[in-house]
């Protein structure tokens, strides 16, 4: 059984379109985030949300919007797209409290031409 | 704020020889520490971590770390490494306050395994 989902794994689209990543985890975990990692593999954090409710929200731009549905997901939707977010994305979750080890899913990399 | 510094962007090793990977923090508070491995074109997978007690982790796939506060350190050693070990490592720190967790990642280490 896959903890962490993502889809899709790979999405290539132009600069000025709009996209989202879904992402869903099956570990009962009630915070889930989302991260960026750039071409030379850093890794930031984008968002968290914590029983659907967004608790960090880094420096992003607003292109970006996270949406929480439910406990079990976390989508990212990314607007008028740009060459710089070529990226992966990586979702992960954790269970909340004390700041245990956090679950990722695949990634999904985005590519913009 | 918080922050992690890994020593090393490129560590090469032999076949069966000793792997170190550093790993140094900043934090005013008791740190949460982590390990995580990333291979080719995958998410990361969690090695091993220190919250409290005793202060020698161990992970899996033969890793562990050890963490000396006097030295604000977190390197994570195997002491052989293996073909299969070769992949990107990640020290990770955490910060905040209960439910409002951020992890801090350090820029990563790749390993390379030679025959």
């Known amino acids: 059984d896959t903890a962490v989902s993502q889809t899709p794994k790979y999405l290539v689209t132009q600069m000025g379109n709009d996209k989202s990543i879904k992402c869903e985890q099956n570990?009962?975990?009630?915070?889930m985030y989302w991260y960026k990692q750039d071409s030379k593999k850093f890794l930031k954090i984008m968002f968290s949300y914590n029983n659907k409710e967004l608790i960090i929200n880094e420096t992003v731009p607003n292109r970006f919007s996270p949406k929480s549905p439910d406990k079990a997901h976390l989508n990212l939707h990314i607007n008028s797209l740009e060459l710089g977010d070529s990226a992966v994305y990586f979702c992960?979750?954790?269970?909340?409290?004390?700041?245990?080890?956090?679950?990722f899913g695949p990634g999904t990399r985005l590519t913009v031409t | 704020a918080q922050s992690v510094t890994q020593l090393g962007s490129h560590v090469s090793v032999s076949e069966g020889a000793l792997v170190l990977l550093r790993c140094n923090y900043s934090s005013s508070v008791p740190p949460y520490l982590f390990w995580y491995v990333q291979y080719p074109n995958q998410g990361l997978q969690l090695l091993l971590k220190y919250t409290t007690g005793a202060t020698l982790v161990k992970g899996i796939n033969g890793f562990e770390a050890e963490f000396k506060k006097s030295e604000t350190s977190f390197h994570l050693t195997k002491p052989s490494a293996h073909m299969s070990d070769a992949a990107e490592y990640f020290c990770?720190?955490?910060?905040?306050?209960?439910?409002?967790?951020?992890?801090?990642f350090g820029t990563g280490t790749r390993l390379k395994v030679l025959a």
């Open positions: 570990l009962g975990h009630d915070t």
């Open positions: 990770a720190v955490s910060e905040g306050t209960s439910g409002t967790y951020k992890y801090i």
């Open positions: 992960a979750s954790s269970p909340s409290g004390i700041p245990y080890e956090q679950y």
